[in-house]
């Protein structure tokens, strides 16, 4: 199995977490929602210096060293306000606006990515030590959202010792199922306030079915698949569940209790 080939195509999940001692983070925050194709590994070629004497016209001896940092982008559609804190810093209120901060934090993060299973295994990619950054990148459209990117620089690793570590990995894994626990819903039952879906384990991956209900059988919310529902005026007297059933690497399905009934 170690020599054969895996297909990565797409990515199932994004998680940042908090690095240990000259290893990688051991839990992870995931996020969800990732535009479709923004995930770019920007890993820079080694710069050569070249040693000549004369009357030889092959280079007698030959440094390479690093150029440009290597990194890792990615961007997320209509960001939530903790997102952007996440990677900018700055603060959130209970309005849940966000500003920015006064001073250019330093956001240290891990960065592990997989892709979706094929044929029983997948690929994961970690950066141990990212210095991380986020920027708004693009204005919404009638046909597409505000883009918030997120630029991952992979950094030098050393432990507690002071031996350097190295600071990214890429490994083909063989799928272990997890079953999932449990899931809730985060956020005020309005219209025009997001809902979202907290799913436990907080890695897991899988399908969302949101769900309106007043008196009868709870009523299937349409062509809303994904971790967030804001709520509309069509909802306004009901109240709101969400369903999750686990995929890839998770497996399960859960339901969330009914939250209260949604205001104008």
């Known amino acids: 199995m170690a020599n054969e080939r895996s297909l990565a195509v797409d990515v199932a999940y994004v998680g940042f977490g908090t690095p240990g001692d000259g290893v990688p983070a051991e839990h992870y925050k995931r996020y969800p929602i990732i535009h479709t194709g923004s995930v770019v590994f920007n890993f820079n070629e080694k710069t050569v210096k070249e040693f000549k004497a004369m009357g030889i016209e092959d280079p007698w001896a030959i440094l390479k060293k690093k150029g ?52 029983g295994h997948y690929t994961e990619y970690i950066v141990v030590n990212g210095d991380v950054q986020g920027r708004l990148s693009q204005g919404p459209s009638e046909e597409d959202t505000d883009l918030f990117l997120v630029k991952v620089l992979k950094q030098a690793v050393f432990d507690s010792n002071g031996n350097q570590r ?10 272990e199922k997890t079953k999932v626990d449990s899931i809730t819903i985060e956020g005020t039952p309005k219209v025009g306030v997001r809902l979202t879906a907290k799913v436990s384990p907080e890695a897991s991956t899988g399908t969302y079915q949101w769900y309106r209900k007043k008196d009868a059988e709870p009523e299937l919310i349409p062509n809303v698949d994904y971790a967030g529902y804001v709520p509309t005026a069509e909802d306004v007297g009901y109240t709101i569940s969400v369903k999750f059933t686990g995929t890839d690497y998770y497996t399960g399905e859960v339901t969330s209790e009914d939250t209260q009934v949604v205001v104008a």
Request: charged share 25%; net charge negative; aromatic share 6%.
């Open 68 to 119: 440009e940092a290597d990194s890792i982008e990615l961007a997320i559609p209509s960001p939530l306000a903790t997102e952007m804190q996440d990677f900018c810093g700055g603060t959130v209120d209970a309005a849940d606006k966000w500003e920015e901060p006064i001073n250019i934090p330093s956001i240290t993060k891990s960065l592990k990515i997989q892709t979706v299973p094929y044929k």
């Open 166 to 175: 190295s600071g990214f990995s890429r490994q083909v894994k063989p799928i």
